[in-house]
């Protein structure tokens, strides 16, 4: 269907008599379909764009949670950091217990 005015432009008994006048509806043609292509390529990368920085902004937010749960995970206390914490206090109430 979107070579049916190319036909018409070039079909005998569809064409005008005046040559301008069939070079201006392929022309016209022309120019429409570049428009269309030109809106739909448009449409499609900003589609595309909003797209990508959707997926963009949820890979950061991602990858800053992931971030924020590595530091909670090396600042959280471990089985070795609670035991050397209890024996720090422990050495700390004697020192105290001395010299009260």
């Not at 570049?34 to 589609?47: M, P």
């Not at 764009?49 to 800053?64: A, D, E, H, R």
């Amino acid at each position: 269907h979107l070579l049916f005015p190319l036909l018409m432009a070039f079909n005998n008994e569809f064409r005008p008599t005046n040559p301008i006048c069939s070079f201006a509806i392929i022309y016209v043609y022309v120019l429409c379909v570049h428009i269309c292509i030109y809106i739909y390529i448009y449409v499609y990368i900003d589609i595309y764009l909003y797209v990508f920085n959707m997926y963009s902004i949820l890979y950061k937010l991602l990858w800053t949670v992931l971030h924020v749960k590595m530091h909670i995970l090396e600042c959280a206390p471990t089985a070795q950091s609670i035991v050397l914490h209890e024996r720090w206090y422990s050495n700390c109430q004697r020192l105290v217990l001395r010299h009260t």
